[in-house]
Each structure stands twice: as C-alpha cells, then as structure tokens.
Nanobody
C-alpha cells in the first residue's frame, strides 16, 4: 500500500512560480508511473502531467506545456511539479497519484491559488 502526501501549494501572483512535492510511503513507489492531477472549483479533476517509473518519459496537459515540469527522485520517494509562469486558470487543488490513477491513492491535495 502506498500513501501520498502533497505539499507546496499557496497563493501566488500571476507569472509566479511554485514547486509542489508529493511524498510517498511504501517500497513499491519507485515502480509506479506517477501523475499530477488538479481540480478547479466547479470542475472535474483533470490530468496535468505524468512521468514514467524511471523518469525517462513525461507527458503534459497542452495548456501547461512549456510552463510545468514533472520530475521524481526515487531515492527520496518523491515526485515534484515545478510550475512557472502561473496563470489564474491554474488555480486548483493539485493531487498526485499513480498514472493511471488509483481510487485508493487519492490524498488531500494541495491548494494553488493564482491571483491576477
């Protein structure tokens, strides 16, 4: 069983940056492809970015390409999401999970609020 805890969210002005972290427990973490997902107020949760177990492959939602970077450190059991040039439409609760996501692994997420 893997438990995931997201952190690093906060309030930032448009154009600013944040780095989210997802700390995982469990020995099997390093074998999972991982992803970041987000849910804006009144909207469904959506895929943002994913990374293979080795870190050799990454994929992004079109609207965040060139601004967000997903990475992982398997020695630290942690996945990161570097978010630059943030826009108000990036405001959401951000979650990490396996990719594809497992219903058992959703955490509480971390809130990102981008002011205009």
């Amino acid at each position: 069983q893997v438990q995931l805890v997201e952190s690093g969210g906060g309030l930032v002005q448009a154009g600013g940056s944040l780095r989210l972290s997802c700390a995982a427990s469990g020995r099997t973490f390093k074998w999972y492809a991982m992803g970041w997902f987000r849910q804006a107020p009144g909207k469904e949760r959506e895929f943002v970015a994913s990374i293979t177990w080795s870190g050799g492959g990454t994929w992004y939602l079109d609207s965040v390409k060139g601004r967000f970077t997903i990475s992982r450190d398997n020695a630290k059991n942690t996945v990161y999401l570097q978010m630059n040039s943030l826009k108000p439409e990036d405001t959401a609760v951000y979650y990490c999970n396996k990719n594809p996501p497992s219903v058992d692994y959703w955490g509480k997420g971390t809130l990102v609020t981008v002011s205009s």
